[in-house]
């Protein structure tokens, strides 16, 4: 019977192609130095690499796409692997139990939350760090020492709807984040260039528009939906417990964000930074604390 592995696999493949598409965009764009369209890395293409007529970057959203869609399939297939080993499980489409599971779905999110922003802000510059992202991610995943693949029962404290809903609530907001923290390094870049902040707005404003979805799911997510979970799993809605603990920091940080924004315009140079700490803070939240500190979370 072919099994997940398979096409989690082939979408590793697919997103090496699709990063190397976006990548080959980024450098092979004709380049206009700080244009109010360039939206590129900043590196320069030679006059025989213009010459190339590919559209590198529509390619890369194609690859992209197609390989989303062999993504969703390793998840379905992976929901009916873990539902035979605990029955439990086929009553809820979501594969999110453990860490090997959640890297291929975040996987799977992190490009469709791409594209979505790429249909309201077309600065395809930005596919490069989504797709590299998610690559990375599944990667990852086929190490068996970080993220062991073997489908087991679950766990009692996991069998609620409202894990569920909270792992996933939090994965589209966490999805959203990368999107902007890739976004934000190519605001970064472009200002280290020294490019004025008109010329790049269409970046940070894509950079915003990602922490501002982000934000209410992965706080809802965790704070809310997280809290009912827990009050259904270890009879309180808070233990300050470390994962919940630093998940509500990655989210103030954000919140400060939100704040600092409004109070200093986006073009302050704080604010750009605060988004790649929020997403630095997310990652360890998410990662950092089930490897290097002990907790109620610790069997993720």
């Known amino acids: 019977m072919i099994d997940s592995t398979l096409f989690f696999f082939l979408s590793t493949i697919g997103y090496f192609f699709a990063f190397l598409c976006y990548l080959f965009y980024v450098v092979f764009k004709p380049h206009t130095p700080l244009s109010n369209n360039s939206t590129s890395l900043g590196i320069t293409a030679t006059s025989g690499a213009s010459a190339i007529r590919i559209d590198w970057g529509k390619w890369g959203s194609r690859v992209t796409f197609a390989t989303m869609l062999v993504a969703f399939i390793g998840v379905i297939l992976r929901t009916i692997e873990i539902g035979n080993a605990s029955n439990w499980v086929m009553n809820v489409f979501l ?13 799977w999110l992190i490009p469709l939350a791409y594209l979505i922003m790429e249909r309201m802000h077309p600065i395809r510059s930005v596919g490069v760090f989504a797709t590299g992202i998610a690559l990375v991610m599944l990667i990852v995943a086929s190490f068996p020492d970080i993220a062991p693949r073997q489908a087991s029962p679950i766990v009692p404290s996991l069998q609620s709807y409202w894990l569920v809903i909270h792992v996933l609530s939090m994965i589209i907001g966490m999805a959203f984040f990368t999107v902007s923290f890739g976004s934000t390094t190519l605001y970064v870049i472009r200002r280290l260039r020294g490019a004025s902040f008109d010329d790049i707005r269409r970046i940070e404003e894509m950079t915003y528009r990602g ?15 997280g809290g009912i979970w827990a009050k259904e799993a270890w009879g ?56 290097f500190v002990g907790g109620l979370h610790s069997f993720t």
């Open 95 to 107: 594969p999110v139990t453990t860490t090997y599971e959640t890297l291929a779905f975040f996987s």
């Open 211 to 225: 922490i501002a979805l982000g934000f209410p799911f992965y706080g809802i997510g965790g704070l809310v939906f």
């Open 236 to 291: 309180a809605y808070w233990e300050w417990d470390p994962k919940e603990t630093a998940m509500l920091t990655a989210w103030l940080v954000y919140a400060i964000y939100l704040h600092a924004r409004v109070k200093w315009g986006p073009q302050a140079k704080i604010v750009a930074w605060l988004s790649i700490a929020g997403f630095l803070a997310v990652m360890y939240a998410w990662i950092g604390i089930n490897y």
